[in-house]
C-alpha cells in the first residue's frame, strides 16, 4: 500500500481498495480500506463478514464522496423523489443489514480463529513441500481463504473430490487479462504469466472459524496423499 499510494500522490489518482476478502486485515497497524480514497467491502455469504444474501459497503473519509455515494446506491437522490443523476438500486436491504449487524461484533474473534486454522494447516504442512500463504511482517491476514500452490492441482484437486474432502475450491482458475469479458484487451496466454502460473497451481482448503483440529489434520492428510 505504500508504494501504491505514493504512486497515486505522484500522478493525483484516485486509489479504491478491493476489501472483499480482507474484511479486518491489517498494513503496518492499519485497517485494509482506510489508506486509499475509497475501501469496497463485500457481505456476500461465503465472505468472513458475511450476509445471508448479496451485501456491500463502500467506505470513505471525505463527507463529499460520502453524500455523493448515499445518493448515487439510491437513484442518484439526496431528497425523496428528485433525482439529480443516475445512480443505482444499491441499498442494502434490512435483513441483511440487521444479520451483518450481529456478526459484525464477532468479527474480530471470527478472524482470530481463521488466523489459528491457518496456523494449524501451515504447521501440518511444514515439510511436505506444498507452498502455504505466508503473512509478510507488519501484515495481518484475515484468511478469507487459505490458499496453498501445489503443481498438479487438478490431479490433486480431483483426488480431494473422490475422497472426503469435498470442499476445495479454485480461486480463481482464470486470471483476469484472459477473462472473455476483456478481449478487447488484446492479451494473449504468456503475457502475465506469474498470474498465469499461479491460476493453475492454487487450491484453496475449507476455511472458517468453527474448523476443528481434527477436520484440518484429515485435510492435511489427504492433500499429501493426493499430490
Ligand atoms: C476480491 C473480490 N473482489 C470483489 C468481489 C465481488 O463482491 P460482490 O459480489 O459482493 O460484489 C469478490 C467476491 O467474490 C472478491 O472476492
Not at 467506505?59 to 431528497?79: C, M, Y
Not at 451483518?100 to 482470530?112: G, L, P, Q, S, V
Not at 515439510?127 to 498438479?152: A, C, D, L, N, W
Not at 504469466?193 to 483440529?213: K, R
Amino acid at each position: 500500500m505504500d508504494g501504491l499510494m505514493e504512486v497515486a500522490k505522484q500522478h493525483d489518482l484516485r486509489v479504491i481498495e478491493d476489501c472483499a476478502q480482507s474484511f479486518g486485515a491489517e498494513y503496518r497497524g492499519r485497517k485494509t480500506g482506510t489508506f486509499g480514497d475509497f475501501g469496497c467491502y463485500s457481505f456476500f455469504p461465503s465472505k468472513n463478514l458475511g450476509g445471508y444474501g448479496d451485501g456491500g459497503m463502500v467506505i470513505t473519509d471525505t463527507e463529499k464522496s460520502a453524500e455523493r455515494l448515499r445518493s448515487l446506491r439510491n437513484h442518484g437522490s439526496r431528497v425523496r423523489y428528485y433525482h439529480d443523476e443516475v445512480g443505482f438500486n444499491s441499498r442494502l436491504d434490512e435483513l441483511q443489514a440487521a444479520i451483518i449487524r450481529i456478526k459484525f461484533k464477532h468479527i474480530d474473534e471470527y478472524n482470530a480463529k481463521r488466523r489459528n486454522n491457518a496456523a494449524l494447516y501451515s504447521g501440518y504442512f511444514a515439510g511436505s513441500g506444498i507452498t502455504t500463504p505466508s503473512e509478510q511482517t507488519g501484515t495481518k491476514h484475515v484468511f478469507h481463504q487459505y490458499t496453498i500452490r501445489v503443481r498438479q492441482r487438478d490431479a490433486v484437486k480431483k483426488k480431494l473430490d473422490e475422497g472426503n474432502v469435498t470442499a476445495s475450491m479454485i480461486y480463481y482458475p482464470v486470471p483476469l487479462h484472459l477473462q472473455a469479458a476483456y478481449r478487447n484487451l488484446g492479451m494473449k496466454p504468456g503475457r502475465l504469466p506469474v498470474a498465469e502460473q499461479v491460476a493453475h497451481e492454487v487450491l484453496s482448503l475449507p476455511m472458517y472459524p468453527e474448523l476443528t483440529d481434527e477436520q484440518i489434520r484429515i485435510v492435511v492428510e489427504a492433500v499429501k496423499k493426493a499430490q
